[in-house]
C-alpha cells in the first residue's frame, strides 16, 4: 500500500515537472470519463423503464409501441439473426482474403488491394443501405420471387460487405506479424506453401483472427442505418425462427426509428434507452473479449521470445 | 507431393476469388453511384436547397467535419502522447488502453442516444452543430488516438535520445524531434477519423441536423443540414425513390473517399520516404 502510494506520488510529480505530461494525461484519462459518462446518463434515461418494464425488455415477445408493449425479444432476435447470416457469409471471405493478401498475393500488389478493401470499409452506413435497396433487394425480390426484397437475408448481405473489411484488416495484421523465421524453417522442411500457412501461420495466429471475428460481430450489431433502410422493419420473430426471407426489426433500428417520435420523459423514450443500454453492454462484452483475446496472445509471443 | 500441390492451387484459387469478391464489391459500389454522374450538375453544387440544390447541405457536412476534427485531433494526439511517451505500466494505463477501445466499439447510434441525452439536453446546446461536433468527437476521438499513438511508437527511440543527450528536456524533445517525424502518420489518423465520420448517420440523427435550414448557419448553436442526414431521411421517412436522392449519394460517397484515398495515399507516400521505416 505505502509502495503504491509512493509510486503515485512519482507518477504525479514527474508529470507536473513537465509541461505536456499533465495534458496529455487528462485527455487519455478522459476515455475512461467519456465511457463512464456515457454509461450513467444511459442507464438514467432507461431507468423508467427497467423499473416498470423490468425483464419484460429483454424477454417480453411483443414490441407494439401503438398498444403500449415493449417487449425487446423479436428486436434482439432480429439483430442476433442478421448478424449471425452476415458473419456466416463475412468470415470466410474475410479471413480468405487477409491469408490471399498477406501469404500469396505478389509483394507489389499488396498495398493497393489492401488500400481498396480499406476504402471499401470507409463507405458510409448510409450509401451501404442506399446501394443494398436500389441494388440488392430487387435481386432478393425477383430470385426467391418476394413481393418485397426488404428482408433479413438482404440486411444480412449487406451488412457482410460492411463487416468483411473489419475481419480483413484485423486478422490481416495478425497473420503479417507471424515471424518470418517459423515460416521459413516450415517451407526449409519441404512443406507447401499451403502446409505452412496451415500448419504455421494459422496457429500461430488464431486469435487474432479471433479477436477479428469479435469486432466484426461488435461493428455488425451496432451498424444502424445500413440496416434498418433494407431489414424491413417489422417487429415479428420469423416463422420458423430461421427464415430469413421475412422482414426484421433490430435493436439499432428500434431506436433510430422512434427516438424521434418518442416524447422525452414517456415510458418509450425510456425503453428506447434501454435498448442502447442492450447494445452498450453488448459492445462492452465483444471489444473486452477481443482485448483479453489480443493481450494474452501478445504475452505469449513475448514469453516465447 | 502431387497431389498436394494441386490441392495448393484449389485453395489459393479459392482465397483469391475471395479477395476478388472484395474488390468487386467496392468497384460494384463505385460503379453504381458513379452512374448517377449524370444526374447531377454541376450548378446543383452552389445552389440552396430551397431550389433544388445541395449547397447547405455540403456546407454543413464540412463545417461538422472541420468542427469535430479540431476538436477530436488535439484531444487525441495528447491522448497519444502520454500513452506513448509518459503512461508508466501499470493498472491505469491498461484501464486507458481498455476504455479507449470500447469507445471506439460503442455503436454509433448509442453515441448519438447519448449524445442527445447529454450534449443537447444536458448541457443544453439544442439540436445544433456543436452538439454535432461533441458527439462526432466521441466517434473520431479512438481513431485519432490509436493511429497517433502507431505514428509516434515508429519514430526510433535514437531520434529522442538524441535530443536528451544534448540537454534537451523530455517535451522538448518530444515536440521538436518525435512530433514532427511522426507528422505524417498523424496527419493520416486525423484523416482517416474524418473519413469514418463523414458519412456517419446514427450519431447525428438526434443531436444536430434538420432536414431543410434557411441558408447557412449563424452560429454553432443552430441546427444545421447534412448530406448523410438529408439522405437517410428523404429514403426512410419520406419513402422517396433512391434514384431520386442518387445526387446526395454520389457527393456523400465522393467526399468520404477523397478524405479517406488521402489518407491512404499519405500513408504509403510517407512509408516510402522515411527511410527508418524500412
Redesign the interface.
Known amino acids: 500500500m505505502l509502495k503504491k502510494l509512493k509510486?503515485t506520488t512519482i507518477?504525479l510529480k514527474?508529470?507536473r515537472a513537465?509541461?505536456?505530461?499533465a495534458?496529455?494525461?487528462?485527455?487519455?484519462?478522459?476515455?475512461?470519463i467519456?465511457?463512464l459518462?456515457?454509461l450513467i446518463?444511459?442507464v438514467?434515461?432507461g431507468s423508467q423503464a427497467f423499473l416498470n418494464l423490468g425483464a419484460e425488455l429483454i424477454i417480453g415477445a411483443v414490441w407494439d409501441t401503438n398498444a403500449g408493449r415493449y417487449g425487446g425479444l423479436p428486436l434482439i432476435y432480429g439483430s442476433i439473426i442478421v448478424v449471425f447470416v452476415a458473419l456466416a457469409i463475412a468470415i470466410?471471405?474475410?479471413v480468405?482474403?487477409s491469408?490471399?493478401?498477406s501469404e500469396?498475393?505478389p509483394h507489389p500488389l499488396r498495398?493497393p488491394?489492401k488500400?481498396?478493401?480499406?476504402?471499401?470499409a470507409?463507405?458510409?452506413?448510409?450509401?451501404?443501405?442506399?446501394?443494398g435497396?436500389?441494388?440488392i433487394a430487387p435481386r432478393i425480390a425477383s430470385l426467391f420471387g418476394l413481393s418485397t426484397g426488404t428482408v433479413a437475408l438482404t440486411a444480412s448481405i449487406t451488412l457482410a460487405?460492411m463487416s468483411?473489411?473489419t475481419i480483413?484488416g484485423v486478422a490481416g495484421e495478425t497473420i503479417a506479424a507471424v515471424p518470418k523465421e517459423y515460416k521459413e524453417a516450415a517451407l526449409a522442411l519441404g512443406a507447401?506453401?499451403?502446409?505452412m500457412i496451415k500448419g504455421i501461420v494459422l496457429p500461430a495466429s488464431k486469435s487474432g483472427i479471433l479477436a477479428s471475428i469479435l469486432?466484426g460481430f461488435?461493428?455488425a450489431?451496432?451498424?444502424?442505418?445500413a440496416v434498418?433502410?433494407v431489414a424491413g422493419n417489422t417487429a415479428i420473430i420469423p416463422s420458423p425462427p430461421w427464415n430469413i426471407l421475412s422482414p426484421v426489426y433490430t435493436l439499432?433500428a428500434a431506436?433510430?426509428?422512434q427516438?424521434?417520435e418518442a416524447a422525452?420523459g414517456s415510458l418509450e423514450y425510456s425503453a428506447?434507452?434501454g435498448l442502447?443500454l442492450i447494445?452498450?453492454i453488448i459492445?462492452?462484452i465483444?471489444?473486452?473479449l477481443?482485448?483479453v483475446v489480443v493481450t494474452r496472445e501478445k504475452a505469449k509471443i513475448r514469453g516465447a521470445g | 507431393m502431387k497431389a498436394a500441390r494441386i490441392k495448393e492451387k484449389i485453395i489459393f484459387t479459392i482465397f483469391g476469388l475471395a479477395t476478388a469478391l472484395c474488390v468487386a464489391a467496392f468497384a460494384t459500389i463505385a460503379a453504381i453511384l458513379l452512374s448517377g454522374l449524370g444526374t447531377i450538375k454541376l450548378e446543383h453544387l452552389t445552389k440552396s436547397a430551397l431550389q433544388g440544390g445541395y449547397f447547405e447541405m455540403i456546407i454543413g457536412t464540412l463545417y461538422l467535419l472541420v468542427g469535430s476534427a479540431g476538436i477530436a485531433g488535439p484531444i487525441g494526439l495528447l491522448a497519444a502522447i502520454y500513452l506513448v511517451e509518459y503512461a508508466p505500466r501499470g493498472r491505469l494505463t491498461r484501464v486507458i488502453d481498455q476504455a479507449i477501445n470500447n469507445l471506439a466499439g460503442v455503436p454509433s447510434i448509442v453515441i448519438g442516444l447519448f449524445g442527445y441525452t447529454f450534449f443537447c439536453r444536458q448541457l443544453g446546446l439544442g439540436i445544433s452543430l456543436a452538439a454535432g461536433w461533441l458527439t462526432l468527437t466521441l466517434m473520431m476521438l479512438p481513431i485519432v488516438i490509436r493511429g497517433s499513438e502507431e505514428a509516434i511508437k515508429m519514430v526510433p527511440k535514437s531520434f529522442q535520445e538524441a535530443a536528451l543527450a544534448l540537454g534537451a528536456p523530455k517535451w522538448k524533445a518530444i515536440t521538436s524531434i518525435t512530433l514532427p517525424a511522426a507528422a505524417p502518420g498523424i496527419i493520416t489518423s486525423i484523416l482517416l477519423g474524418i473519413a469514418r465520420v463523414a458519412g456517419e448517420t446514427a450519431a447525428i440523427l438526434f443531436t444536430s441536423c434538420v432536414l431543410v435550414t434557411r441558408g447557412l448557419p449563424k452560429s454553432p448553436l443552430e441546427p444545421i443540414m447534412a448530406l448523410a442526414f438529408n439522405l437517410y431521411v428523404k429514403i426512410v421517412a419520406l419513402g422517396e425513390a433512391p434514384e431520386r436522392v442518387f445526387g446526395i449519394a454520389l457527393i456523400l460517397f465522393m467526399i468520404v473517399v477523397i478524405f479517406a484515398a488521402a489518407a491512404i495515399t499519405f500513408r504509403v507516400y510517407y512509408r516510402r520516404r522515411q527511410l527508418w521505416l524500412r
Not at chain 1, 124 to 129: D, L, R, T
Open positions: 509510486e507518477f514527474s508529470l513537465e509541461p505536456l505530461g495534458p496529455a494525461f487528462i485527455c487519455a484519462s478522459s476515455a475512461i467519456l465511457l459518462l456515457m446518463f444511459i438514467r434515461e470466410p471471405i474475410g480468405a482474403s491469408i490471399f493478401i500469396i498475393l498495398d488491394i488500400s481498396i478493401i480499406e476504402l471499401l470507409s463507405i458510409p452506413s448510409v450509401i451501404y443501405g442506399f446501394i435497396l436500389l441494388f460487405i468483411t473489411p480483413v507447401t506453401r499451403w502446409q469486432l461488435g461493428r450489431i451496432g451498424e444502424t442505418v434498418l433502410m439499432t431506436i433510430a426509428m427516438m424521434g422525452v428506447l434507452f442502447g447494445l452498450f459492445a462492452f465483444v471489444n473486452t477481443a482485448d
